[in-house]
């Protein structure tokens, strides 16, 4: 990774917690024609609180369009001669940094240190509603189901996920070599506690799913294949058969990504 002019001994090594609102990104990774996505936006930002451009950033992962994170990790790699004063930095990054993302700590690391392969836990969410339609504020953040949903069918196959799968009709266009094979800690459907506001539903749900690994569009996929089964579309036999990988299904129904947002990502 060539990072600029200045010498190996120069640069410094930083893991950065960040939390940020995905509806008018299109996601993580920067696009071209100056299309807002959130590393852009932080480049952005790092570049005017540094006054220079001598840095690069590494998510731990990526997130796509509409998609929000309550928590995740990025590394700076900095090259500047003066140590960065982790503090003062946190202040000044968040003062400039749009209202949508927010930096939550900065610590060192060093160059031993591979954000991408470093083990970790994930956790998502997806919050959904269904009956009466909600305020349009919560389109931001939640799904709306304009059909009734068989939320006790949807709560048993939830747990079903648990444990480790061939999830190749849940991982979305797969090639020969790709690794299907994923170990799901947990998962279920809840009552939505986690967040709250007086122009929410009286009443919305969470599904949340934790593992060390998933594939793209993995949890949209499995949130859609639950909301068909809420409405009817496919029995719970035929829900078993999509965990079987040989079966080699093929699933189309992708939930909509403005209900999802990874809510937690830690290292193990």
Request: aromatic content about 14%; proline content about 4%.
């Amino acid at each position: 990774m060539n990072l600029g002019p200045f010498a190996q001994n120069n640069r410094q090594f930083y893991l950065i917690q960040l939390q940020y609102l995905g509806f008018r990104f299109h996601g993580w990774q920067k696009q071209p024609n100056n299309i807002p996505t959130v590393e852009r936006m932080v480049s952005r930002t790092l570049r005017y609180v540094f006054d220079h451009s001598n840095f690069k950033v590494l998510a731990a992962g990526r997130t796509d369009a509409k998609v929000s994170v309550n928590e995740t990790w990025m590394e700076l790699f900095l090259d500047d001669s003066k140590e960065l004063e982790m503090d003062q930095f946190l202040v000044d990054f968040n003062q400039n940094l749009p209202s949508d993302i927010k930096a939550l700590k900065v610590k060192k690391t060093d160059k031993d240190f591979n954000i991408i392969q470093a083990p970790k836990i994930k956790e998502y969410i997806y919050l959904f509603s269904y009956g009466e339609k909600f305020h349009p504020f919560c389109a931001s953040m939640m799904v709306y189901m304009k059909e009734t949903l068989d939320l006790e069918l949807m709560k048993k196959a939830a747990q079903l996920f648990e444990g480790t799968h061939d999830f190749w009709s849940y991982t979305y266009k797969p090639s020969e070599t790709t690794e299907t094979n994923v170990t799901i800690e947990s998962c279920l459907i809840e009552n939505n506690e986690l967040f709250t506001a007086s122009f929410f539903p009286e009443e919305s749900f969470i599904f949340r799913v934790k593992g060390k690994g998933f594939k793209r569009h993995q949890v949209r996929l499995m949130m859609g294949m639950l909301f068909d089964l809420g409405m009817h579309k496919f029995t719970l036999d035929e829900f078993k058969e999509t965990l079987d990988g040989s079966l080699q299904l093929h699933l189309s129904h992708i939930a909509p990504p403005s209900g999802l947002m990874l809510y937690k990502n830690d290292f193990i």
